[in-house]
């Protein structure tokens, strides 16, 4: 039987929380911690360190749920590594790709800490963590997903949503697309307008429902 990790990397764009973690992590054992405050610095600190756990934040500046695609590099690079998602966003849509995308458990940000130091034992020992609340919603979203064509969008549209849900930048969609950036902002604005989406977070809560 494979001896837990003792090796970590945290990932998030806030010093206190990363701070926070360190001290939980210290207390439990964890004699290796590495931290990053961006998505590059998170893959490049994992790509050297190869740490058997890494924590995850889903959301870092205004580049919408971009942990999700540092979830996914993450998992095509190490298949055994361990991955605890730890978000503000209690969407089941996003709590469901966070799983899809390779973690191995999710745990909201406002989560008392016993919870917390619970997920990431039952993930560090092999497992999966879910509470009972969030697994719920996560089953009945899987039985009422809707598709996109209910709402009429255009190839264009449909493309530009399907990298919000990939967790890309306005500025990253941009680059991919060779569009001009407010070309990119209009079309957003178009697709919200079509959903009914009034925020970010609730288009790419309607990405993850559209988009499968």
Request: charged share 25%; with cysteine.
């Amino acid at each position: 039987m494979r001896e837990p990790p003792t090796s970590i990397l945290i990932a998030d764009d806030h010093p206190v929380i990363l701070r926070g973690f360190r001290t939980l992590m210290e207390d439990v054992g964890i004699d290796t911690i590495h931290e990053a405050t961006t998505i590059v610095e998170a893959y490049r600190a994992f790509y050297r360190q190869r740490p058997g756990i890494v924590i995850a934040d889903l959301t870092f500046g205004e580049h919408g749920v971009s942990g999700l695609s540092l979830i996914r590099r993450i998992r095509d690079l190490e298949r055994r590594t361990r991955i605890l998602a730890f978000s503000m966003h209690d969407d089941p849509t996003i709590v469901a790709r966070a799983l899809e995308s390779g973690a191995c458990g999710y745990v909201l940000k406002d989560a008392p800490a016993a919870e917390f130091l619970r997920a990431f034992d039952q993930v560090r020992s092999g497992g999966n963590y879910l509470n009972h609340d969030l697994a719920l919603r996560v089953a009945m979203l899987n039985a009422t997903a809707h598709r996109s064509t209910a709402v009429n969008l255009t190839e264009r549209e449909l493309h530009v949503l399907t990298l919000i849900k990939e967790g890309d930048s306005y500025q990253t969609i941009s680059d991919k697309l060779s569009m001009k950036y407010k070309t990119v902002v209009n079309i957003i604005s178009a697709i919200r307008r079509k959903s009914g989406t009034h925020s970010f977070a609730e288009l790419v809560s309607f990405s993850m429902k559209a988009i499968r």
